[in-house]
């Protein structure tokens, strides 16, 4: 069946705009997670949905960050007054539910650079 | 809080050699420990995991134990192959419900025939 899908692949843009980010979930998993992945560094968590609860946003780095889930779909990043230090790839997972035993799915993510 | 450290890279290998990515944890409790690969213009993808002490992970002749007493989990294959070339990611998770994790820099392995 279908992965998880992104878009856009690859995002350029300038200082100072706002840039959305899609993700599509796999049909069914109820969990969804953003990471960005920094140039040398590692995978950061940024925001978690799980079905109805209110989202554990306790990743995002600052306000000019958002994101917002409809139901058990489509989810969207927002970043606002976009900064140099915010060019990164942005993946998104999704995941049957929480739980301790359930693997969470990449999508392919979205480039983005911040010029 | 939880952090995951990781064997720097690159590292590059003869075809058949002996393969070990070293990974340690921190983290209160017990915590889930993943191994996550990315092959060259894919996305990310589960290889292995465990879920508990002494547990062992393994796929496609990858192997990982879980060693509370040492808190690492060193991911090893005893016969690499130029189709294993990629970067291999160490993660953890916690907290039941909240499945986030929170994963190593990564580590590039290229193997050359």
């Known amino acids: 069946g279908a992965g998880v899908s992104q878009s856009p692949s690859n995002k350029v843009t300038e200082k100072g705009k706002d840039v959305e980010l899609r993700c599509d979930p796999i049909?069914?998993?109820?969990?969804l997670y953003w990471y960005r992945q920094r140039l040398g560094q590692g995978l950061e968590f940024l925001i978690y949905f799980q079905g109805n609860s209110a989202p554990d946003k306790s990743g995002l780095p600052s306000d000019r960050f958002s994101a917002e889930r409809t139901g058990e779909s489509v989810s969207t990043l927002t970043i606002q007054r976009t900064q140099q230090e915010d060019s990164a790839v942005y993946l998104c997972?999704?995941?049957?539910?929480?739980?301790?035993?359930?693997?969470?799915?990449f999508g392919p993510g979205t480039r983005l650079t911040v010029t | 809080g939880n952090s995951v450290t990781q064997m720097e890279g690159p590292v590059t290998l003869s075809e058949e050699a002996f393969l070990t990515i070293n990974c340690t944890y921190t983290?209160?409790?017990?915590?889930?420990l993943f191994w996550y690969v990315q092959y060259p213009g894919e996305g990310l993808q589960l290889l292995l995991k465990?879920?508990?002490?002494?547990d062992k992970g393994s796929n496609k002749g990858f192997e990982a134990t879980y060693r509370k007493e040492t808190t690492s989990f060193h991911l090893e294959k005893g016969s690499v192959q130029v189709s294993d070339s990629a970067v291999y990611f160490c993660?953890?998770?916690?907290?039941?419900?909240?499945?986030?994790?929170?994963f190593g820099t990564g580590t590039r392995l290229t193997i050359i025939p």
């Open positions: 997972a999704s995941s049957r539910a929480g739980g301790r035993t359930y693997e969470q799915y």
């Open positions: 993660a953890l998770s916690k907290v039941f419900g909240n499945e986030k994790l929170t």
């Open positions: 983290a209160t409790g017990y915590p889930s």
């Open positions: 049909s069914g998993h109820t969990a």
């Open positions: 465990a879920t508990k002490a002494d």
